[in-house]
């Protein structure tokens, strides 16, 4: 585990957290494939629904606040809207104090709001096509982190109970058997490496560039999709 907690209190509510996050997580899995043995499961798409579950927790601050802020400005907007049109109803009748204030300053404070609020999810909407563009599917280390995940539940569905020793215990099982080439093997061994350096290093220190990342990437989904027609 990542964190060591002194306080057992905490520990044991992680622990339970986690219990119950496994039962979901399998719940939710054989709910796909329409089964009630778990036997069936497939730890391939355990992984990629554990992947999409998490996801939205791994948002950035930065990125909830761009979106707190487009909500806020829209909602500013939607606000002076109704507030105009509300003012405007009112200054139709010419007993009440809003007749001395002209209509069209209502018209201008309608107009105003609706202005604010389109421009807010024009730039909300704007902004997250320009991030998912450039990010080319979410290009960084922790992509691979994903990829690795896939690729560790394959060979460990491939290989036998006994070879479950560690992961260059399970690819040099199934390089032996002929159920992956050598060069498969070094790919795979050179993934596990880039994933233990994910883990112990921060993003800051993993001196990859984009190129590289979209190299290893494509060549993990290659490895994915292999080893996926062997099951």
């Known amino acids: 585990m990542k964190y060591k907690f002194s306080n057992e209190k905490i520990k044991y509510i992680l622990d339970e957290l986690g219990e119950e996050y496994k039962s ?15 036997d069936n499961i ?14 939205p927790l791994k948002t950035s601050k930065r990125e ?38 002209p ?30 563009k450039s990010s080319n599917k979410d290009i960084n280390p922790y992509a691979l982190f994903n990829s690795w995940k896939e690729i ?10 006994e070879y479950h020793k560690g992961p260059r215990t399970m690819v040099e099982y199934l390089s032996t ?25 921060s993003e800051d220190n993993l001196k990859m560039s984009k190129e590289e990342i979209l190299q290893k990437i494509t060549i993990a989904d290659k490895i ?3 080893l996926s027609k062997l099951i």
């Open 177 to 201: 058997n002929r159920m992956i080439s050598l060069e498969d093997k070094k790919q795979i061994l050179e993934l596990l490496q880039i994933r233990n350096n994910i883990v112990h290093s």
């Open 42 to 55: 497939n730890l391939s798409e355990l992984i990629e629904l554990d992947i999409a579950i998490k996801k």
């Open 152 to 161: 560790e539940a394959l060979i460990t569905q491939l290989t036998p109970d």
């Open 103 to 132: 209509s069209d300053l209502f018209v201008i404070v309608i107009f105003m709001g609706m202005l604010i609020f389109l421009l807010s999810v024009y730039a909300s909407v704007f902004s997250d096509w320009k991030r998912g």
């Open 64 to 101: 909830q606040k761009r979106k707190r802020m487009f909500a806020l400005t829209a909602l500013l907007g939607l606000i002076y809207f109704m507030f105009g049109g509300v003012m405007l109803i009112l200054s139709l009748y010419r007993t009440t104090m809003y007749s001395r204030i």
């Open 224 to 226: 994915i999709n292999d």
């Open 24 to 38: 979901l997580l399998i719940e939710k899995s054989l709910d796909n494939i329409g089964n009630v043995d778990v």
